[in-house]
């Protein structure tokens, strides 16, 4: 099972705070960096600095770091233009020499598009398959040809379909818990099917409408990775627990029904039972984004038990 750090930079933390978490990813032998893509905190948390945009943070990180792969669990759909956004992440994975994955979803959260002016539509669903078919379909046009769509929401015309990505498929992501229509988009565009936040059940069970939907679309089922996204409290003891869940204002018996928490052994066991489910890889949410010994703790004596 692969292990991601996956964080939330909306409720506090400025660019050199995620250099730091970036660096220590790196370092500690975590498969990737992820972050989230709000402009607006949520819950009690004081939010400063303020907020981070996601692809303008993962092209810094793009070269300051060398072996892991970056991406966002998801970018808004509501947050930009498709054009645009096919031109931006191509170019953080040309900066990164290759190392971006690009997770993409609706847009959800209507209070940060009020406070910053940005559209909500009423019609998220729609617009985001479209936006999928239009930024897979630039990065796909060979190199000399151009690329054209005429959609309900967006048109593009003899588009030069430019840059390209430094991969020549750059891993697309999916996720949700929608019964019909996010397993059959998933079937159509996803490298990977991610679950956020998910019981161990409902895993399983969104797991098998998405390879199910794979197959009816003529895939294989196994030509798409299946990953889950959970909270992390990990301590050496109870008593670290419980510091590490305080300091995120959340409770230790919820985490461990949740999430992923508990001592070493306790971490690495309820993991387990995501593999046994068919999850392959766990994008870990860190949430005190200042305690890198949490991070270390993690790699050192949960990933050696998987």
Same mark, same amino acid.
């Given at each position: 099972?692969?292990?991601?750090?996956?964080?939330?930079?909306?409720?506090?933390?400025?660019?050199?705070?995620?250099?730091?978490?970036?660096?220590?990813?790196?370092?500690?032998?975590?498969?990737?960096?992820?972050?989230?893509?709000?402009?607006?905190?949520?819950?009690?948390?004081?939010?400063?600095?303020?907020?981070?945009?996601?692809? !303008?943070?993962?092209?810094?990180?793009?070269?300051?770091?060398?072996?892991?792969?970056?991406?966002?669990?998801?970018?808004?759909?509501?947050?930009?233009?498709? &054009?645009?956004?096919?031109?931006?992440?191509?170019?953080?994975?040309?900066?990164?020499?290759?190392?971006?994955?690009?997770?993409? &979803?609706?847009?959800?959260?209507?209070?940060?598009?009020?406070?910053?002016? !940005?559209?909500?539509?009423?019609?998220?669903?729609?617009?985001?398959?479209?936006?999928?078919?239009?930024?897979? &379909?630039?990065?796909?046009?060979?190199?000399?040809?151009?690329?054209?769509?005429?959609?309900?929401?967006?048109?593009?015309?003899?588009?030069?379909?430019?840059?390209?990505?430094?991969?020549?498929?750059?891993?697309?992501?999916?996720?949700?818990?929608?019964?019909?229509?996010?397993?059959?988009?998933?079937?159509?565009?996803?490298?990977?099917?991610?679950?956020?936040?998910?019981?161990?059940?409902?895993?399983?069970?969104?797991?098998?409408?998405?390879?199910?939907?794979?197959?009816?679309?003529?895939?294989?089922?196994?030509?798409?990775?299946?990953?889950?996204?959970? !909270?992390?409290?990990?301590?050496?003891?109870?008593?670290?627990?419980?510091?590490?869940?305080?300091?995120?204002?959340?409770?230790?018996?919820?985490?461990?029904?949740?999430?992923?928490?508990?001592?070493?052994?306790?971490?690495?066991?309820?993991?387990?039972?995501?593999?046994? !489910?068919?999850?392959?890889?766990?994008?870990?949410?860190?949430?005190?984004?200042?305690?890198?010994?949490?991070?270390?703790?993690?790699?050192?004596?949960?990933?050696?038990?998987?």
């Amino acid at each position: 099972m692969d292990l991601r750090v996956f964080t939330e930079p909306q409720q506090g933390a400025s660019y050199d705070t995620l250099l730091a978490v970036a660096k220590a990813t790196e370092d500690l032998g975590y498969d990737a960096f992820f972050r989230s893509d709000h402009y607006l905190k949520m819950g009690d948390v004081d939010g400063n600095p303020g907020p981070t945009d996601a692809w !303008i943070t993962l092209a810094g990180l793009a070269r300051e770091t060398s072996r892991i792969r970056l991406g966002t669990l998801m970018t808004a759909g509501t947050f930009r233009l498709p &054009g645009p956004l096919a031109i931006s992440v191509a170019q953080v994975d040309q900066m990164s020499g290759g190392r971006v994955e690009f997770g993409l &979803g609706a847009g959800w959260y209507e209070e940060e598009h009020t406070a910053y002016g !940005i559209p909500f539509p009423k019609e998220k669903f729609p617009r985001l398959e479209e936006q999928l078919a239009i930024i897979t &379909g630039l990065w796909e046009t060979p190199a000399g040809e151009t690329f054209s769509y005429d959609g309900t929401h967006y048109q593009l015309t003899d588009s030069p379909a430019l840059p390209k990505p430094a991969q020549s498929k750059i891993p697309v992501l999916v996720g949700g818990f929608g019964a019909k229509r996010t397993p059959a988009l998933a079937a159509r565009y996803a490298t990977e099917f991610n679950l956020p936040f998910g019981s161990l059940e409902a895993s399983k069970e969104q797991f098998a409408r998405v390879r199910a939907a794979a197959e009816a679309a003529g895939r294989k089922a196994d030509d798409l990775t299946y990953s889950n996204a959970l !909270i992390v409290c990990v301590g050496k003891d109870d008593a670290e627990v419980a510091r590490r869940a305080a300091a995120i204002g959340r409770d230790v018996a919820e985490l461990k029904e949740n999430g992923i928490a508990g001592t070493p052994a306790e971490a690495a066991d309820k993991l387990a039972r995501f593999a046994e !489910i068919g999850s392959e890889r766990v994008y870990l949410q860190f949430l005190d984004l200042t305690d890198l010994d949490h991070l270390e703790l993690v790699a050192k004596e949960v990933a050696p038990q998987l």
